[in-house]
């Protein structure tokens, strides 16, 4: 009885050992991913910036001919 208990424990605790490694394969695509959109989101926010520098120079010439 003892070995078949030790033989299901062994069973559960390969299979958890498993489901770990294919989390930790998850967290680390979920990291790249991260990261990606974090890099999109500064390269966006630059150009976002870079847009409000234009259209504020435009107005502030539209003003000044005004």
Same mark, same amino acid.
Not at 9 to 37: C, D, G, P, V
């Given at each position: *009885?003892?070995?078949?208990?030790?033989?299901?424990?062994?069973?559960? /605790?390969?299979? +958890?050992?498993?489901? /770990? %490694?294919?989390?930790? *394969?998850?967290?680390?695509?979920?990291? &790249?991913?991260? +990261?990606?959109?974090?890099?999109?989101?500064?390269?966006? &926010?630059?150009?976002?910036?870079?847009?409000?520098?234009?259209?504020?120079?435009?107005?502030?010439?539209?003003?000044? %001919? /005004?």
């Amino acid at each position: *009885m003892s070995l078949e208990l030790l033989s299901q424990l062994e069973t559960k /605790i390969q299979a +958890t050992l498993e489901n /770990i %490694e294919l989390l930790k *394969m998850e967290l680390e695509e979920e990291k &790249q991913k991260s +990261t990606q959109l974090a890099e999109k989101n500064q390269k966006l &926010q630059q150009d976002l910036n870079s847009w409000s520098d234009k259209v504020n120079g435009l107005v502030g010439l539209l003003n000044s %001919e /005004i």
